[in-house]
């Protein structure tokens, strides 16, 4: 289905389709060439069913583009580089964008992100949508002050700070102890005691 054009329900070899998917994924342009056509179409995937349980391949919807027509696409971030702040253990690394939303000619449209993370140095550091250099030709849609990836401090799990305050307790000098019944009692002189 697509640009100008009807559906149109197409059968072919699963194991092609597979190989098919695996390069091109959905943000890469794919010519598909239906039956006897002489001419491949210029289409996108834009969907991709799989039976639960098993993931065999049950459908895939391609979807025809129009060389001159813009279109919106998500299309996949991927992560360069090492973060330092993951080398040093300051915290864990955090993905809260897989993709991001374009719109651009379908002869611009880029592959994927590559997002280099070596800036990571501290928890905390993140790097946000507004951050990335899109390709000429090519809008990033998502709102700038969105996260990609961030390091996020690990907390400790309550059970182990509760430890770790009762040994700071237990660490506590005698002189801030405050005094018991037996340490109010003054103490009988000598010459009294039997």
Request: charged residues 30%.
């Amino acid at each position: 289905f697509g640009h100008e054009l009807g559906s149109l329900a197409v059968e072919g070899p699963t194991a092609e389709l597979e190989k098919v998917i695996a390069q091109a994924g959905t943000s890469r342009l794919v010519n598909l060439k239906v039956g006897a056509e002489r001419k491949a179409r210029t289409v996108l995937i834009r969907e991709i069913q799989r039976k639960p349980g098993s993931h065999l391949l049950l459908h895939v919807d391609f979807y025809q583009v129009s060389s001159k027509q813009k279109m919106t696409v998500d299309v996949p971030v991927r992560l360069v580089g090492q973060a330092p702040a993951i080398a040093m253990k300051l915290g864990t690394l955090v993905v809260d964008l897989g993709s991001l939303s374009v719109e651009c000619l379908p002869g611009d449209l880029p592959a994927r992100f590559d997002i280099d993370i070596t800036g990571l140095k501290k928890a905390s550091d993140a790097i946000r949508v507004g951050e990335v250099v899109a390709p000429a030709g090519v809008t990033v849609l998502n709102d700038p002050a969105l996260v990609i990836v961030k390091i996020e401090e690990e907390r400790k799990p309550l059970a182990e700070e509760a430890e770790v305050k009762a040994a700071a307790e237990e660490e506590k000098p005698a002189a801030e102890a405050k005094p018991g019944p037996a340490a109010a009692r003054p103490e009988r002189p000598a010459a009294e005691k039997k």
